[in-house]
């Protein structure tokens, strides 16, 4: 979490975790002060008016496969057969995702991974936050529409889009280990290895890299740039990948010339 200070305001930058565990509760008391100081709350989705029947249309829409078409043959047989392999021994099998177009067939498996071991939107950082603001009646806004979000995603070349189910099923093999560290860094603030393990997996696909993370990174930072122009104070909550490295929001927002400071669950608010 780090602390953007405006002319006569604050905008609290959160990195989240969108997936968490039951036993993660109850997250760092930091979190629950800066809510409470924040009025309005930034995610990367309108989280309190999405409408579940139209997200799961655009999902159909954006990521199946045309007629006639499989996962198989956008694949190629060889890098299909090493897929197949690798998720046979997380017995995961591929044949369920047949008519996914890769991107799609990437986000499945993980989720999958994710919630064989616990993890679940429900007790994410979002949810959590979401919870707070219905019964507070503080607005929620969002940076993207779900169509905008898919879109990147789908947009990505079918050799991006490759990559991703690979490394995919490559990180699936060792997801209760990964996870763990990771929410340890993560309560912790160790920017170090979360830049160490999130950012280089995916900074070593460029396209992935300024698709998924960079570029959008620097539309929020406009975003945010506006918000620190007012007099209320604000929480964004976006994934933490995108508050880590050169890239980064925080250091996007100082290459601006704005006042930028790491928070901790020690310090809290000054």
Do not use: C
């Not at 968490?20 to 809510?35: F, K, M």
């Not at 980064?248 to 000054?270: D, K, N, S």
């Amino acid at each position: 979490m780090w602390m953007a200070e405006g002319a006569s305001n604050r905008v609290y930058l959160l990195g989240s975790v969108h997936l968490l565990r039951e036993q993660d509760h109850p997250l760092p008391t930091v979190i629950d002060e800066v809510y409470e100081a924040a009025e309005t709350l930034y995610m990367e989705l309108d989280m309190d008016d999405l409408d579940p029947l139209l997200m799961q249309a655009t999902i159909n829409r954006l990521g199946m496969l045309d007629e006639g078409r499989s996962l198989r043959d956008v694949m190629g047989e060889d890098l299909y057969a090493e897929a197949e392999s690798m998720a046979a021994e997380l017995e995961l099998p591929l044949e369920m995702l047949e008519r996914t177009e890769p991107w799609l067939a990437a986000i499945t498996v993980e989720q999958l991974a994710l919630a064989r071991i616990g993890f679940n939107p429900v007790y994410g950082v979002e949810m959590h936050l979401l919870k707070k603001a219905s019964g507070d009646g503080k607005e929620i806004l969002g940076f993207e529409s779900v169509e905008q979000q898919l879109a990147y995603l789908d947009g990505l070349s079918l050799d991006a889009q490759r990559d991703l189910l690979m490394q995919t099923l490559t990180e699936s093999a060792s997801i209760r280990d990964l996870m763990d560290d990771l929410i340890l860094a993560w309560r912790s603030g160790d920017i170090e290895y979360l830049e160490r393990t999130l950012l280089d997996d995916v900074s070593g696909y460029p396209e992935l890299y300024d698709t998924i993370v960079a570029d959008r990174n620097r539309l929020w930072v406009d975003t945010i740039d506006a918000l620190l122009e007012q007099d209320e104070d604000y929480l964004v909550i976006v994934g933490a990948l995108h508050l880590v490295g050169e890239d980064g929001v925080p250091q996007l927002l100082e290459q601006r010339g704005v006042r930028v400071t790491q928070m901790h669950e020690q310090r809290g608010i000054e």
